[in-house]
């Protein structure tokens, strides 16, 4: 079973604060993924990484960052968490088939409330 | 571009009533198609997808989806609704060549007993 764990499901956190959620994938993935879900936004994507130390942007990165150090471990980081940053935050991986990528397996999210 | 719209962002039916959730996409290339759904608390699980060959996809518990290249649309079917089958339902995009997915903006079904 492909598996993608995230470190925490609620993180509370003070606007100011620097944020990181962790996120580790068991199925020697390429592509690696993290986006914010609002209600009523679906899912947006804010950077995806192809490979280590590989990163792109996505549709909405402005206020984070991300790590690939290892193939496995992909992290997001919001540098001075804001309080427009309170979503549910899922990490996402997948295999290269080809040229496209297939099928996404996702984490169960963290929710983060910044305060 | 690439872009999914999902009419109806909730919809309710009867326990045993058939289930159908609605999904059109555009795209300048050959699509690739999905379906996730999401429990509570939870991440998305991918329901079905379409890659290439029969455009009648069958997936888990019980749901299908056609895809329609004439109508770009990809319809998410169940015959009859059970309880569990409460979330939310996520229709996404994909194409050759390219690594991001579209998401609609989801689906809530709720089932009435």
């Known amino acids: 079973d492909v598996k993608v764990t995230q470190s925490s499901r609620y993180l509370v956190k003070r606007t100011g604060e620097k944020v990181f959620l962790e996120c580790v994938q068991d199925?020697?993935?390429?592509?690696m993924f993290w986006y914010r879900q609002d209600p009523g936004l679906g899912l947006r994507l804010i950077y995806f990484?192809?490979?280590?130390?590989?990163?792109e942007k996505g549709d909405i990165p402005e206020g984070y960052s991300v790590s690939r150090e290892k193939k496995e471990r992909f992290s997001l980081i919001l540098e001075s968490a804001s309080t427009n940053q309170t979503s549910m935050y899922l990490c996402?991986?997948?295999?290269?088939?080809?040229?496209?990528?297939?099928?996404?397996?996702f984490g169960p999210g963290t929710r983060l409330t910044v305060l | 571009a690439q872009s999914v719209t999902q009419l109806g962002s909730h919809v309710s039916v009867s326990e045993g009533a058939l289930v159908l959730l609605r999904c059109n996409y555009s795209s300048s290339v050959p699509p690739y198609l999905f379906w996730y759904v999401q429990y509570p608390n939870q991440g998305l699980q991918l329901l079905l997808k379409?890659?290439?060959?029969?455009?009648l996809v069958k997936g888990i518990n019980g749901f299908e989806a056609e895809f329609k290249k004439s109508e770009t649309s990809f319809h998410l079917t169940k015959p009859s609704a059970h309880m569990s089958d409460a979330a939310e339902y996520f229709c996404a995009v994909s194409g050759v060549g390219t690594y991001k997915y579209i998401f609609g903006t989801g689906t809530r079904l709720k089932v009435l007993a």
């Open positions: 996402a991986s997948s295999s290269t088939s080809g040229t496209s990528f297939i099928e996404q397996f």
């Open positions: 379409y890659t290439t060959g029969a455009t």
């Open positions: 199925m020697d993935h390429e592509n």
């Open positions: 990484s192809y490979d280590v130390k590989m990163k």
